[in-house]
Every structure is written in structure tokens, then in C-alpha cells.
């Protein structure tokens, strides 16, 4: 303990986050306080002094004394009773038509259980967050023709029978419908899928939310695009609001709490979150020794949130006012949320004996209530007042994003054998009895005869013209119609002539370039179009000067919602790094999970807000799929627009940066993802087809798709500067589109044995030398083609081969790749930086023989020419590789591929030579 004399020049504390060193001016009256705060302990015990502690704190705070803010609460509502607005609707109506919501939603979850059918879905966590939902539609989210532009909000994605329950009373949705949940292609007249899924319900739902993770950084990502939207002219956001229904399970995933300090950063005050603490996973309890409430406040407050806890429902506002000395807080505070569990499963009894019969002083409060008094002490998650209180205070409050922690129940109102069960989130069937019980607790007129077939127990909906529907139905137009709903409203975009790719056409000269510089200079000329240029996004996880784009941050500038409040060290500088509020790079830190959020946001603006945005997310191209593969999913449910561009690209082109870096592969992994039209381009001219294209698709209107193309391009580029020659004057533009093109065909054929070299990306070049070399030492005539995409190639294929098998007997045309190589003669070589399964893709396809050769296994760092070399895909190693597939046909003398092997001493990784030295990585 400090004695009171006890000098105290000096103490070192932390204040506003910095280490500082606090003088006393004035000792004596320092030990006058402590004194006095000593006396006081001993006078009035702990609980009073922590109360007057906290009051201190609490004054400082009002009178506006800078002190670091206290992480927790105590385990009580935020909002004080006195302070609850208003609640303006009519609680009774609200409540018999959330009712008819909660059965609804567990009958189509209940009834996709019926026999042959047996398709799964969740019950309890809508169960839990019923009234979450209700106080939010009913009072305030904004639909589409609200002034304003309309609210977007992000439903946790196994919630979704209550959104669907909503809408069959709306009359959006048919009892057909809900009996098609989960059965979206078998099911008569179509179903509805079991989650939050754009692509599949587009009239529907905005937001693919269900891998968990991904909605909290879509929805920060989402607020933030919504205020660069904002500042960049391009949108009037300012009354639209984002929110977010999360699970307390669902914040342990590291997606959940990795982005938060951004929104604090930005002052998202257009963003609110919605935690549904019912205190369970799936497997259990989420912190049984802990408290998620508490630690979620902490945590959120640490970062700079602002924090809602609504924790107690109104039943509870008179026991906390008889807590004179703090003995309930005391209990409640230090009960670990496994015991609050436990005491939801159990009965009123079991929570006297095991909550209020702790202390003696709480035991007292509660003797004039029954068991059943007790039972209805109900959680602040299921207390309307208290949530709209919430809301209200989150939409009101400024310059910080708003969390709302509410504690609930899991499985709420479903009865004993769901209600905080362990096993409650997947359990999907109700017995009889389970039925009857929850017809009669939610006071449903269903007759017992209606019940008696278990597996079909009826919807209930009392009619269009009921007071409550209508009562429903004018709230929501109110407030601006229904949600969720997506609309595609945009125009196809007034793309650029062919101008603008001119720069790439004409080839680099003699200057060594490499394709990712290509690709900024024709990004710097997208920036010029008067039409496109003030919608193109780059977003950019710290490589900006990697990629060599750090020439577009004093013209284009970084968005900083701030815009700059310092000198920039470089400020004399051509290239100074400017920030600013109108900014249009949209610079993420080194972050690549949070660019897919945003890329997310941007390459939806199309629906979302009605105006297309192309948004340009450059990378390292190991860092994109393999990293964030989900994300990337994620934005092909939402139907994402852009540009992906994979740069320093290759397994072995990034010299000397080795196994973490040397990506190649995620063009498999690209391909596996159907929304990504992928491209690995050798030239600038190359580029500047695929780019026009895309953009074509995406942002042009044809008239198969009027409103363009739900696709995203991926484009590897690399780091290897070469001379990017001029575009042949014969290019085969509409093969280089379909992913292969004749690059440059042999020379001389008469005579002699024939090949056909296939390289992608840098690998072209090798394929160039093998051309030469085989020529030139082995009287082998190889055409050499460019492929552009392995995978567009194998995807026609595959097109083509569903056709046949669905009508066998039809002329349904042959693969482009087929076609292509059946003209040609010898066999096929294929190779590139990536590793062989690429190159493979379209083997099934290739006429006669096939060798692929690729960059299989780690990388490691070394030279380019080495790294070809020791993965066997460099110029020679084509060389030998043909020579070999010619003996085997019997079209070159024997031994000659061992001869050649010596020759170009393709043991030695010394003696490899395809590559050139260079390039910033
Ligand atoms: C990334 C990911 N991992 C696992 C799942 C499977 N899953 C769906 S719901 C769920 C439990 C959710 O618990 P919580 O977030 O607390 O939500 P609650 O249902 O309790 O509201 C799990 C593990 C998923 N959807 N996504
Ligand atoms: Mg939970």
C-alpha cells in the first residue's frame, strides 16, 4: 500500500497511447487525495469505493480531462433506463407478426426435413436474433427508394430462414418458395438456397455473408468505398448506413477482428455492427470460462468503437435499482457466460438457486418474485425497447462506428430441448410435442389437427389485408421499401476507342520493359478517358512502388479521408507521396484481406449503388488467391466486377525472392474459381486486347447481357524487363482473346521435321529460343504460339464436352484448342512458369502428342536463368523435350535428344541462360 508521505516526484503513465513521464507539482496535495481516497476505502468498502472511482472518472470525462478510457464496463446496458428514447411503434402488432416470423422460419427449416428431402438448415440462431431483425426492419433500414440511396445490410448468413420467413409475409416470397428451401434445382417452380447468396437469389440478397469472417470486412470495406464514393464525386452516400449482423462465434475468426482499427481510422460512423452474443458456437459455449460481452467491449473500445452493450432486458430495470450496494452487479459481472447458459437450459428455480442465491442480498431481492417471474427476466437481445434504444443511439452517434454487443439466447422461445442446448444450432427437426409448444408460447391460432402430420406443420399467414401486415407493409414503405433486396440499375459505360491502347500496340522499342509497367502505362491513359477515368479504382496492398506505380501518387493521390495533415518528407519531390481526401488510389497497407474486402466493394458499386466502378487490385500475385482465395469466392457470389492483376508473377521470374514468393500456381487456383476469366500474357500488346475486352464484357452493354458480364479478369504480370515488341500487323485478335494465337511461325518447313512450341507469360520467350535454336541446330521446324489462357482453352473444351454428353446426338462443335492444332503438324511442347498441372489443362484436348514441361514444387531464390534451368523450362530444355517426342514418333534419328542434352548441358544450372537480370521486386 502508498504510504501517504511517501515522495512521489515523478510516474511514468500512458497517456492518449504515449509512454509519458508525469511530474507532481504539488506533493502534498497528491497525498491529501490518497489519503483521503484510503479513508474513504476503509470507510465505505471496495464496492463503494469502486463506485466513486468510477464516478471520478466519469466527471473527468465530462469535464472534458483526457484520460485513457477504462476498456470495460460493468456487465450492464450501456443506455440507462432514463435515457431510452421513445419506442414509436406499436409493440403488440410488432409482436404477433414477429411471432407468425418465428414459426415461419423454423416450419421451412422443419419442413425440408420431410422424407426424401432431409436437406438440413438452422432453427436456434434465428431464434436468438429474432427481435434484432424486427427492431431493424420495422424501424430502421432504409430500402432502395429511400431518398437517401438506402441502408446495406449484411444478414448473418445462417439467419436467412427468418429473412425468408419475413418475406412470404410480405408476399415476396410463396409458400412454394419456402418449401423449395435448399432444393434450388430439384424443387417444382424453384427453390431458395440455404444462404445469403447473390448469384443464386439476385433480386434478393446483396451480401454473401455466410463464410464467416468475411462479412465484417466486407461491411467496414463496404462504409469505407461508400465515403470514397462520397468524396470522389461520384455518389452522395451521406445517409446511407451499413450494418452488420455478426455471431459471437463468428468473431474468433481472425477476418472478424482484423480490420477494425480502419474503421476507427476512417470515423465510420455510417457503419454499425450487430453482435448476437447468445453466448454459443456451434459445438458450445463460446468463452464458458469468460464473458464474450466483456471481452468483445474491449477489445472494440481498444480500437476505438464506440460500445452498446444491451445485456438486460426491462424486467431487470427494478431489481438493478434495488442493488443499492452493488451486490447484483457484483454477481453479474463475475458469472462466467457457461453458467448463464446453463441457466437458460434449466427453469426459474434452478437461476434462484444458482444466480440470485450466490449472496444473501441478491437471494433477498427476488423473494417476491415467482419461479416464473424469474423465468421472464428476460435478455436485452429480446427486449424490443432496449435494441431500439441501441439503434437509435448508433445511428446517432458521430465520428466513430458504433458496435452493439447484445446478449441473447440461443434457440430462444423453441422450448426445453433447443433453447441453450450444446447441440441446438444443428438441430433442424421438431417433435410433436416441440410443436405444439411452440404453436402455443407464440400464441398461433393452428389448430392440434393442422399439427398432426409432423413432417408438414402449416405456415402461418394471416392475410394480406390483416392489420398486422399492413401495419408490416407500411413500415417498410416508410422506409423506403423492402430489404433485402439487390437492384442492377447502371448503365453499360461509354468505354474508350482504341486510342488509349495505342501506347501498348506500338511496342517499347528498345527500352526493356516488363509487362507489369506495360500495364501501368496503360492504366495512366485509362485515368485520361473523360468517360472511364474518374471510375477507375486502383487498390493497392503497399507494392505501389514495386509495381512502379508510385508515378500516380501526386496525380491521382491516395485516399485519406483526412486528406494529408503533414509535410510529406518528399513533398520537393516530382514523385511525392500525396494524400488526399479526393483521392483515387485506394492505398490498403500491407493488407491483402482487406484489398479483397474492398475490391469487393468497388467491383460492386455497379449494383449496389447503380454506378460502375473498375476497380484494379494489383498484388503479389502469391499473396492473392492462395491468400485470400474466399474472399475472392465471396466477390464471385456478390457478382464482382474488375481487374485482378497478379503481379510479379512466376515461379522463378522474381529473382531471387524465392519459395514464399515464387508463385506458381494460383492460375490453378484462379481457374478453380468460375467467375475469373484468367489471362497470362507475354507482351503489352497482349494486354491491351485482354484489358479492351474486359472492359467490353464487364462495363459494356451486348445484347446477350445488356447490363454486361458478372465476371472478373485475372492477369498475371511480370517483373522481367524485355523489349516489348510491336504488335504483329496479322495478330490473330480473336484467337489471342480465346487464349491462343500462331506467334510466329517457322521459317523454313520444307523438309524437315515439324514441332509446335506453346508458352504463356515469360515462358514465350523461351519458346522463341527453342524456335531458334532447333532451327538453327537441329534443322527442326517449330511453330511457336502464344497462349494466353490455359484455362479460358480447357473451359471451352469443357463447354463443348457438356453439350455432347447432354444431346450426344447433336453437332455441337469441336474445342477452339482442337481445332487450332489440327491444322498443325509434330508434337506439342508446352511450357511456362508455372507448374505443369496449367500447362495440362487442356491436354485432353491437343491432337497427337503432348509434353508438358513446368515449374513444379517450391521455388527457391536464384537466378532466373538458373531457377528455368533447375525446373527444366527454359529455351533448351524445349529443345531436348521436342527432339525426344520426335524419336518417340520415329521423325528424328535416335539419340539425338541425348545429344542435345549434353549439348545445352541441361545438368547444370550454370549453363542455363533464359532470363534476363533486373526488375524491382
Ligand atoms: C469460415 C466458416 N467456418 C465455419 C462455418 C460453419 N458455421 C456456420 S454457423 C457456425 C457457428 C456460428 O456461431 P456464432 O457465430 O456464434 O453464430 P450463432 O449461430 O450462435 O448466432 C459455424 C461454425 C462457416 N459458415 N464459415
Ligand atoms: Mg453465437
Redesign the pocket.
Same mark, same amino acid.
Given at each position: 500500500m502508498t504510504t501517504v508521505n511517501e515522495p512521489a516526484p515523478k510516474m511514468t503513465l500512458i497517456k492518449d497511447g504515449i509512454a509519458a513521464q508525469l511530474h507532481d507539482i504539488d506533493p502534498e496535495e497528491t497525498s491529501e487525495w490518497l489519503a483521503s481516497f484510503d479513508a474513504m476505502l476503509e470507510a465505505g468498502g471496495s464496492q463503494r469505493a469502486r463506485y466513486l472511482m468510477l464516478r471520478m472518472l466519469d466527471r473527468a470525462k465530462q469535464q472534458h480531462i483526457a484520460l485513457p478510457a477504462l476498456t470495460t464496463t460493468d456487465y450492464i446496458n450501456t443506455i440507462p433506463t432514463e435515457s431510452e428514447p421513445f419506442f414509436p411503434g406499436d409493440e403488440a402488432i410488432e409482436r404477433r407478426y414477429r411471432r407468425f416470423i418465428r414459426w415461419n422460419a423454423a416450419m421451412l427449416v422443419h419442413r425440408a426435413q420431410r422424407p426424401g428431402i432431409g436437406v438440413g438448415g438452422?432453427i436456434?440462431?434465428y431464434a436468438?436474433?429474432a427481435t434484432l431483425y424486427e427492431v431493424g426492419f420495422n424501424h430502421f433500414w432504409r430500402g432502395k427508394d429511400h431518398p437517401g440511396g438506402g441502408d446495406q445490410v449484411f444478414f448473418? !448468413?445462417?439467419?436467412s430462414p427468418g429473412m425468408y420467413a419475413r418475406a412470404f409475409l410480405e408476399g415476396r416470397l410463396s409458400e412454394n418458395d419456402l418449401d423449395g428451401f435448399r432444393q434450388e434445382k430439384s424443387h417444382p417452380g424453384g427453390g431458395i438456397p440455404s444462404y445469403p447468396h447473390p448469384r443464386l437469389m439476385p433480386d434478393f440478397w446483396e451480401f454473401p455473408t455466410?463464410?464467416?469472417?468475411l462479412g465484417p470486412m466486407n461491411a467496414i470495406q463496404q462504409a469505407r468505398v461508400n465515403r470514397f464514393l462520397h468524396h470522389r464525386g461520384i455518389k452522395d452516400t451521406s445517409d446511407q448506413h451499413v450494418w452488420a449482423f455478426? !455471431?459471437?462465434?463468428?468473431?474468433d475468426?481472425v477476418e472478424s477482428r482484423g480490420l477494425i482499427h480502419i474503421a476507427a481510422i476512417d470515423g465510420l460512423d455510417n457503419l454499425t455492427y450487430v453482435i448476437?452474443c447468445?453466448l454459443?458456437?456451434?459445438d458450445g459455449p463460446?468463452r464458458g470460462n469468460g464473458k464474450i460481452v466483456q471481452e468483445l467491449e474491449a477489445f472494440f473500445r481498444g480500437a476505438g468503437w464506440n460500445v452498446i452493450k444491451v445485456i438486460w432486458g426491462r424486467e431487470w430495470d427494478r431489481l438493478l435499482e434495488k442493488d443499492k450496494d452493488g451486490a447484483l452487479v457484483h454477481l453479474m459481472n463475475t458469472t462466467a457466460d457457461g453458467d448463464f447458459q446453463t441457466y437458460r437450459a434449466n427453469d426459474g428455480a434452478y437461476i434462484r438457486e444458482h444466480f440470485f442465491g450466490r449472496d444473501p442480498r441478491t437471494k433477498q431481492m427476488v423473494t417476491d418474485l415467482s419461479d416464473e417471474d424469474i423465468w421472464r427476466l428476460r435478455r436485452g437481445g429480446h427486449d424490443y425497447r432496449k435494441v431500439y434504444a441501441a439503434y437509435n443511439a448508433a445511428t446517432q452517434h458521430t465520428g466513430q462506428p458504433t458496435v452493439i454487443l447484445v446478449k441473447t439466447i440461443?434457440g430462444f422461445g423453441l422450448g426445453p430441448s433447443f433453447q441453450g442446448r450444446n447441440a441446438t444450432?444443428q438441430m433442424k427437426k421438431m417433435t410433436s410435442q416441440n410443436l405444439h409448444e411452440f404453436r402455443d408460447s407464440l400464441q398461433l391460432p393452428i389448430p392440434d389437427s393442422q399439427l398432426e402430420d409432423v413432417y408438414r406443420p402449416p405456415y402461418f399467414h394471416p392475410g394480406q389485408d390483416s392489420e398486422e401486415i399492413q401495419y408490416m407493409l407500411d413500415r417498410r414503405k416508410r422506409l423506403g421499401g423492402f430489404v433485402p433486396e439487390r437492384r442492377v440499375a447502371a448503365k453499360p459505360l461509354v468505354l474508350p476507342g482504341d486510342k488509349v491502347y495505342d501506347v501498348l500496340k506500338k511496342g517499347s522499342g528498345k527500352q526493356e520493359i516488363a509487362t507489369t509497367m506495360a500495364f501501368v502505362r496503360l492504366v495512366r491513359d485509362l485515368f485520361k478517358d473523360p468517360e472511364i477515368g474518374n471510375r477507375v479504382v486502383p487498390i493497392i496492398p503497399d507494392e505501389a512502388r514495386t509495381f512502379g506505380m508510385d508515378s500516380f501518387f501526386p496525380t491521382q493521390k491516395i485516399y485519406n479521408p483526412s486528406g494529408q495533415l503533414y509535410t510529406a518528407v518528399d513533398a520537393q519531390l516530382m514523385l511525392a507521396y500525396r494524400e488526399s481526401e479526393q483521392g483515387m488510389i485506394l492505398h490498403e497497407g500491407i493488407d491483402e484481406a482487406g484489398s479483397v474486402a474492398t475490391l469487393t466493394a468497388v467491383s460492386t458499386a455497379y449494383a449496389t449503388h447503380g454506378e460502375p466502378m473498375i476497380p484494379m487490385y494489383i498484388f503479389y500475385s502469391m499473396f492473392g488467391f492462395q491468400r485470400t482465395g474466399?474472399g475472392m469466392w465471396a466477390i464471385g457470389d456478390q457478382m464482382g466486377r474488375g481487374f485482378v492483376l497478379g503481379a510479379t508473377a512466376g515461379r522463378t521470374t522474381l529473382t531471387g525472392e524465392g519459395l514464399q514468393h515464387g508463385d506458381g500456381h494460383s492460375h490453378l487456383l484462379a481457374a478453380t474459381q468460375p467467375h475469373f476469366v484468367s489471362y497470362d500474357p507475354a507482351y503489352g500488346y497482349e494486354i491491351a486486347h485482354i484489358v479492351k475486352d474486359g472492359l467490353r464484357r464487364m462495363y459494356g452493354g451486348s445484347e446477350e447481357f445488356p447490363h454486361g458480364e458478372n465476371i472478373m479478369y485475372y492477369i498475371t504480370l511480370y517483373n522481367e524487363p524485355y523489349q516489348q515488341p510491336k504488335q504483329p500487323d496479322d495478330l490473330d485478335v480473336d484467337g489471342l482473346l480465346k487464349g491462343i494465337y500462331k506467334l510466329s511461325p517457322a521459317a523454313e518447313t520444307e523438309g524437315k521435321a515439324r514441332a509446335q512450341l506453346l508458352a504463356s507469360g515469360v515462358g514465350v520467350r523461351w519458346a522463341l529460343e527453342a524456335q531458334q535454336l532447333l532451327a538453327q541446330d537441329w534443322g527442326v521446324a517449330a511453330d511457336v504460339w502464344s497462349v494466353t489462357s490455359w484455362t479460358e482453352l480447357s473451359r471451352d473444351a469443357e463447354r463443348v464436352e457438356r453439350a455432347r454428353l447432354l444431346d450426344p446426338a447433336a453437332e455441337v462443335g469441336v474445342p477452339y484448342i482442337s481445332k487450332v492444332l489440327a491444322e498443325t503438324e509434330g508434337p506439342v511442347i508446352a511450357t511456362s512458369d508455372w507448374q505443369r498441372a496449367i500447362q495440362n489443362l487442356i491436354a485432353p484436348w491437343v491432337p497427337g502428342d503432348f509434353v508438358a514441361l513446368g515449374a513444379d514444387g517450391f521455388g527457391f531464390s536464384d537466378t532466373r536463368a538458373a531457377a528455368r534451368r533447375h525446373f527444366l523450362i527454359d529455351g533448351p530444355s524445349m529443345v531436348v523435350a521436342t527432339l525426344s517426342a520426335l524419336e518417340r514418333r520415329g521423325q528424328y534419328r535416335a539419340g539425338a535428344a541425348a545429344e542435345a542434352a549434353e549439348k545445352y548441358e541441361l545438368h547444370d544450372v550454370r549453363a542455363g541462360r533464359s532470363g534476363s537480370t533486373g526488375g524491382d521486386s
Open positions: 438452422h436456434s440462431t436468438s436474433s448473418q !448468413g445462417h439467419a455466410v463464410s464467416m469472417g455478426l !455471431g459471437d462465434g463468428e468473431l475468426e448476437n447468445n454459443q458456437r456451434l463460446v440461443k444450432h474466399d
